[in-house]
């Protein structure tokens, strides 16, 4: 199985920054690709943005310009750069990770955002 460990959320003021991390335990060039999802109270869980093993990125349309997804391939992490952090970014984030035989997801980390 494939594990994900995330790291790096926390508490914020509109306007700051945050960098989440998921580590998996498997070298990510085995994984289709590697999302990150949010989910606020009371809504849906929500694709935030991905990374496929090729390198391609995709963003929501709400988080583009302001969130970066990247990797480090010798570290088998991805990364979620948060800037401009708005209040209604606020949720668990879940780092997701997508293989041909099965979806992984890792604990969820807070983001908290205030105004």
């Known amino acids: 199985q494939v594990q994900l460990v995330e790291s790096g959320g926390g508490l914020v003021q509109a306007g700051g920054s945050l960098r989440l991390s998921c580590e998996a335990s498997l070298s990510i060039f085995s994984i289709n690709y590697m999302g990150w999802y949010r989910q606020a109270p009371g809504k849906q869980r929500e694709l935030v943005a991905l990374i496929t093993s090729g390198g391609g990125t995709d963003y929501a349309t709400s988080v583009k310009g302001r969130f970066t997804i990247s990797r480090d391939v010798a570290k088998n992490t991805v990364f979620l750069q948060m800037d401009s952090l708005k209040p209604e970014d606020t949720a668990v984030y879940f780092c997701?990770?997508?293989?041909?035989?099965?979806?992984?997801w890792g604990q969820g980390t807070q983001v908290t955002v205030t105004s």
């Open positions: 997701n990770a997508l293989t041909t035989g099965a979806n992984y």
